[in-house]
T-cell receptor
Framework: EAGVAQSPRYKIIEKRQSVAFWCNPI?????LYWYQQILGQGPKLLIQ????????DSQLPKDRFSAERLKGVDSTLKIQPAKLEDSAVYLC????????????FGPGTRLTVL | GQQLNQSPQSMFIQEGEDVSMNCTSS?????WLWYKQDPGEGPVLLIA?????ELTSNGRLTAQFGITRKDSFLNISASIPSDVGIYFC????????????FGPGTSLSVIP
């Protein structure tokens, strides 16, 4: 079974530029999550999708971050414009139906904002 | 808001030693989860606990769900070099979407 795929693995941008990350969850997983993991900290949930609907985006900085999951499968997370404090690893995860206690994580995208 | 604390923050042990780490919170959780993260990878689920007092093992790993539902611990017996990594506890809140909150992690180094 293929795991959660993310791209790119690394991205370096200057502040005020835009960036987008892509995630393809495990086939059949209806729930998809985006987490931000700052160096030395645990993952922090940014947004959770159930199919193509948002169920929790309470910690998403909506003035600069946006995410979509148009067909209920893959998802993109965008930052526009980026700030220095956005430097982090952005993790995507997915859960099987009715098993929200079990999250499978992708390898993450490491973003550096200069 | 809900927050998890993990201790110790980091630990250095000799290969073959046993390891103990814990996770505490001021909030009650319905499920406790323990994940391990290797460098450059996403976290991987090790153990899930669903009932207060529950003790669960996965190979050399044993975890317990605290009676108060506000804490959990993880033990690793006879550590080996591949145990190196960051261990995160996570608590799951019973809501319509079962939100998971992660602790800050315990970094484990094993000296051969």
């Amino acid at each position: 079974e293929a795991g959660v795929a993310q791209s790119p693995r690394y991205k370096i941008i200057e502040k005020r530029q835009s960036v987008a990350f892509w995630c393809n969850p495990i086939s059949g997983h209806a729930t998809l999550y985006w987490y931000q993991q700052i160096l030395g900290q645990g993952p922090k949930l940014l947004i959770q999708f159930q199919n193509n609907g948002v169920v929790d985006d309470s910690q998403l900085p909506k003035d600069r971050f946006s995410a979509e999951r148009l067909k209920g499968v893959d998802s993109t997370l965008k930052i526009q414009p980026a700030k220095l404090e956005d430097s982090a690893v952005y993790l995507c995860a997915s859960s099987p139906p009715n098993r929200l206690d079990t999250q499978y994580f992708g390898p993450g995208t490491r973003l550096t904002v200069l | 808001g809900q927050q998890l604390n993990q201790s110790p923050q980091s630990m250095f042990i000799q290969e073959g030693e046993d390891v103990s780490m814990n996770c505490t919170s001021s909030s009650i959780f319905n499920t406790w989860l323990w994940y391990k993260q290797d460098p450059g990878e996403g976290p991987v689920l090790l153990i899930a606990l669903y009932k207060a007092g529950e003790l669960t093992s996965n190979g050399r790993l044993t975890a317990q769900f605290g009676i108060t539902r506000k804490d959990s611990f993880l033990n690793i017996s006879a550590s080996i070099p591949s145990d190196v990594g960051i261990y995160f506890c996570a608590g799951q809140v019973e809501t319509s979407y079962d939100k998971v909150i992660f602790g800050p992690g315990t970094s484990l180094s094993v000296i051969p």
